[in-house]
């Protein structure tokens, strides 16, 4: 019965005639009628936050949207004729809107799908035993992110709790990662991720990397084009860390850095790797986990980069060990 009210809402909000739009002959009232109607949503359909007053509202088909910032009343009549119907239609029958994005058109067939985000750790996420050690990982990926596991029995026990491996593997790569996160401002807003010494950013994982940020809106901006904020950090992580990189030799072919002409450069999960020639990086892709303990190796040996001990990071080890024992037995079976 649900899905028959929200089609109904959708037909009748596309054919009934706003009050504001009535009265579009007399500016002045149109005007003080988008200023008193209620918005027909509590959350904001791009920060996904509770409506704020002053942030003010934007008309939609006779429809007032609430904002969280004034800033979302362009992006959100920039969404698809379609993505907004569907918003409007359920802020006014009641329902969670917070899942509703804008869905641009289709991209054409010839486009090739971008390539799955590389899995960055060097660990099941099931069992939590070094991969490698059982044979080849077992690579799989899933909504555009790669995840490796020591086994195939792995994979099983990670699609029926996706969503509490989903949470581990986040966690992990957000301590992993954030030694190395090369800037102190939003990649979006260019706003300072501290506020009076005390870190107020929000750690989102998108694309299998960590991306600070200072609000949800703009975490739906990176996840809206990745690739091009991950270019933004890539950029940021090689220029803080070229000067005083730690190793003179390529991490792959063991090669003098330098004497096949200027090195290579690739950013793998924070990270900046040299490379003797362009032919090594396939490698690194292939086995990310292998290559980046080399180079944080060469990293803590100079003191840099070490991973921040926080009150929490024992308590995950000790999960992730649980974890790891757990499936142990199932594979001792």
Known sequence: MRSVCLATVLTCSALTASPALAQHDDPHAAHHAAQTAKPVNAMCPIGKEPVVE????????????????????????????ASKDAFVAAAKAGLDTTHIDNQPDAQPADIAPAMPAPYPLAVCPVSGDKL???????VKTYEGREVRFCCDSCIGDFEADMPRYWKKIDEMIVRDQLPYYPVATCIVSGESLTENGEDIAINAVIANRLVRLCCNKCRRKVASDPAAFMAKLDEAAALAQRADYPLDTCVVSGGKLGAMGDPDEIVVAGRLIRLCCPKCEPKVRADPGRYLALVDAAWHDKGMFRPAEDAHHGEHADDDARDGDEHHGHHDD
């Open 132 to 138: 490698g050690e059982m044979g080849d990982p077992v």
């Open 54 to 81: 002053s942030a003010g509202t934007v008309e939609y088909k006779g429809a007032t949207i609430g904002l969280c910032c004034e800033s979302c009343g362009p992006d959100f009549l920039a969404w698809s004729d």
